[in-house]
T-cell receptor
Framework: GESVGLHLPTLSVQEGDNSIINCAYSNSASDYFIWYKQESGKGPQFIIDIRSNMDKRQGQRVTVLLNKTVKHLSLQIAATQPGDSAVYFCAVDHGKLTFGTGTRLQVTL | ETGVTQSPTHLIKTRGQQVTLRCSSQSGHNTVSWYQQALGQGPQFIFQYYREEENGRGNFPPRFSGLQFPNYSSELNVNALELDDSALYLC???????????FGAGTRLSVL
């Protein structure tokens, strides 16, 4: 099976700083990864995805990095804003999603 | 907004009862997946329906069952409710079985 772990349960950053959230997965055959953001009282919201044939993908203010050698991926958020406060999950997609336990991002003013 | 709607938003049941949760998928999506999210945890996969057929199941007992209708909406049924079934139940729809899954806001189930 697959297990997914996040390195920090909570991350506190100042508004305007960059945030980096890390994630590790166990199955070297995994080939599709997704980051979700979950705000209080809401369902997970798709942020960005990456397939194993890439090592970097950029979106609006977000970048995902994939290191297949060490089975690690990270989500970078540039110029973090108060609206970025949420729980962030990485998920491995095998048709079904296997989620980690999440990192709570707290943005301080 | 993802276009995935779930009902009801909150539900309180007692142990031993049965419950049905509903999900309307995003327009054009033929695949629906259900997840259980306990407090402070990541969502856990229950099962997936693709074109009205079950297409994969997680580590949940048979008292968790589902259905997908011709319009691709779906139901999750849970029989003989237990206290540990208290959780947020999430529905996600996707264009196909291996495409991005978009989540609804969930149904919060409390079992007393």
């Amino acid at each position: 099976g697959e297990s997914v772990g996040l390195h920090l349960p909570t991350l506190s950053v100042q508004e305007g700083d960059n945030s980096i959230i890390n994630c590790a997965y166990s199955n070297s055959a995994s080939d599709y990864f997704i980051w979700y953001k979950q705000e209080s009282g809401k369902g997970p919201q798709f942020i960005i995805d990456i397939r194993s044939n890439m090592d970097k993908r950029q979106g609006q203010r977000v970048t995902v990095l994939l290191n297949k050698t060490v089975k690690h991926l990270s989500l970078q958020i540039a110029a973090t804003q108060p609206g970025d406060s949420a729980v962030y999950f990485c998920a491995v997609d095998h048709g079904k999603l296997t989620f980690g336990t999440g990192t709570r991002l707290q943005v301080t003013l | 907004e993802t276009g995935v709607t779930q009902s009801p938003t909150h539900l309180i049941k007692t142990r031993g009862q049965q419950v049905t949760l509903r999900c309307s998928s995003q327009s054009g999506h033929n695949t629906v997946s259900w997840y259980q999210q306990a407090l402070g945890q990541g969502p856990q996969f229950i099962f997936q329906y693709y074109r009205e057929e079950e297409n994969g199941r997680g580590n949940f007992p048979p008292r968790f069952s589902g259905l997908q209708f011709p319009n691709y909406s779906s139901e999750l049924n849970v029989n003989a409710l237990e206290l540990d079934d208290s959780a947020l139940y999430l529905c996600a729809s996707s264009l196909d079985r291996k495409n991005i899954q978009y989540f609804g806001a969930g149904t919060r189930l409390s079992v007393l």
